[in-house]
């Protein structure tokens, strides 16, 4: 019989991955706690229409990446994206945007995202993305306070000097659509020089044109005109106030006046963090600002910028760049071998060490085996200490105790004693 896998670009995450995993989840959430970000969860699956509304039916994602399939009722679902949409959606049906005035939410949330593209280092079916969504917040204050979290983020994970942070500003939908009407009139003039992509965005998405890998596509670029070209008032007026802050602050940035970002959404302030250490999936982190979606699904108009990060691509950069801290990948502290008839009381003991020490991960010995054997197993176990137990200890009240990772004498300790090791 054929052996059953996993779906292609969906993978498994491994008890000797996940230490790595916790790590890095562990540290970003209390870079985004520290910040008042708060954690909100919501469903993966939610009905076609809210990503077809949120996302903007003119772009990859809903093109042609979504897993969308129809339930047994016939409703129309799709496993989420990403988690901007769903989070908005959230948010409005809690009332938590709006009660007789803007309210101000910071938000986080994390977890599985899925889009149909093609497999490969970087890019999965099913990954994993940190999301974080500040509502009611004009900027630019809050749109430099993100970049500054994240800038915090990367210097505690030591991967600040291997990052860059691209920026750009899109300005308001006046001035989009301006642009727009200019790049369409640009681009048709060279029409046959695009590729076919490019050919059918040309009047649905201009924008994403940018985005082209294409050399004949990307050598009209040069001379395109540019967005930054058409920016309003206010909207310059909102970058150059978040460039003074960046620059106050000490967060380094290049302005792209190609990044575009690839949702529809956006307007004003849009950023990337990009890598080289990645090959092409370089980007870590990007967002921006989308100060209409949240009246486009159906709420009062409200400030709102945001960022999604990829879990795996930071995976890969600590892994590849030797980044995760040893201690890591420790995942026990304490191995008990019950050598002889004394299993309960080996039991017992590793009870109370885990009831007296916060966060003390002890094993007992599982099933029979020698001193010999259990000895190894505590050796490959992880373990810093080994705590030997036979019917002597017991009837003596005492336990051996050897250390495995450093040159230190075994000890013969009283129960008392032992708690002292550890407190
Ligand atoms: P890309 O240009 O690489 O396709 P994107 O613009 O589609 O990225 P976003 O929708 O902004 O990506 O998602 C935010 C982050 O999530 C990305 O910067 C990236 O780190 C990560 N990401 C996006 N798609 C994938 C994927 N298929 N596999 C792994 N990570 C991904
Ligand atoms: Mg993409």
């Not at 500040?134 to 983020?153: H, I, N, R």
């Not at 030591?158 to 369409?184: E, P």
């Not at 004003?268 to 092409?280: A, I, M, Q, R």
């Amino acid at each position: 019989m054929k052996k059953l896998q996993a779906i292609t670009g969906m993978k498994d995450l491994l008890p000797g991955d996940s230490p790595v995993w916790q790590y890095l989840e562990n540290t970003i959430r209390s870079v985004l706690q520290s910040y008042g970000y708060r954690e909100i969860r919501f469903p993966i699956l939610e009905q076609t229409e809210l990503f077809k509304r949120g996302i903007g039916e003119a772009t990859d994602i809903v093109e042609k990446e979504m897993y969308t399939f129809e339930d047994r009722n016939g409703d129309m679902l799709t496993l989420r994206p990403e988690g901007t949409a769903s989070c908005v959606r959230a948010c409005e049906q809690h009332q938590m945007l709006f009660d007789r005035g803007i309210l101000t939410q910071k938000l986080w949330y994390t977890g599985p995202m899925f889009r149909h593209e093609k497999p490969q280092k970087g890019r999965l079916r099913q990954f994993h993305q940190f999301g974080v969504e500040a509502f009611g917040f004009k900027g630019p204050d809050v749109d430099a306070e993100l970049l500054q979290m994240t800038a915090s983020l990367w210097k505690k994970l030591g991967i600040l000097d291997v990052v860059s942070l691209q920026l750009n500003s899109l300005g308001n939908a006046a001035a989009r659509k301006a642009h727009r009407q200019a790049l369409i009139a640009y681009f048709e003039q060279h029409v046959d020089q695009l590729d076919d992509d490019s050919k059918r965005r040309l009047h649905t998405n201009p924008l994403r044109i940018f985005d082209s890998k294409v050399d004949s596509t990307r050598s009209l670029f040069d001379k395109a005109p540019m967005l930054n070209e058409y920016l309003d008032d206010e909207s310059k007026e909102h970058f150059d106030a978040l460039l003074k802050l960046l620059d106050e602050l000490g967060v380094n940035y290049t302005i792209d006046p190609l990044l575009v970002r690839g949702l529809d959404y956006y307007s004003n302030t849009v950023f990337e963090w990009v890598t080289d250490k990645l090959g092409s999936q370089g980007t870590i982190c990007g967002g921006g600002r989308y100060d209409s979606l949240v009246e486009q699904l159906g709420g009062k108009p409200t400030s709102a910028i945001g960022f999604g990060m990829g879990v795996e691509r930071l995976i890969l950069m600590l892994t590849e760049l030797n980044l995760v801290p040893e201690q890591v990948q420790q995942q026990l502290d304490v191995y008990i071998l019950a050598v002889g008839d004394v299993k309960a009381d080996a039991m017992k003991l590793g009870q109370e060490l885990r009831d007296s020490v916060e966060g003390l991960r002890v094993q007992v010995h599982g099933g029979a085996g020698n001193f010999r054997a259990q000895m190894k197993k505590a050796d490959r176990s992880g373990a810093s200490i080994a705590l030997v137990l036979g019917e002597d200890e017991v009837s003596r009240g005492v336990v051996a105790v050897k250390y495995l990772r450093e040159e230190r004498e075994q000890q013969t300790l009283t129960k008392q004693e032992l708690f002292s090791v550890f407190n």
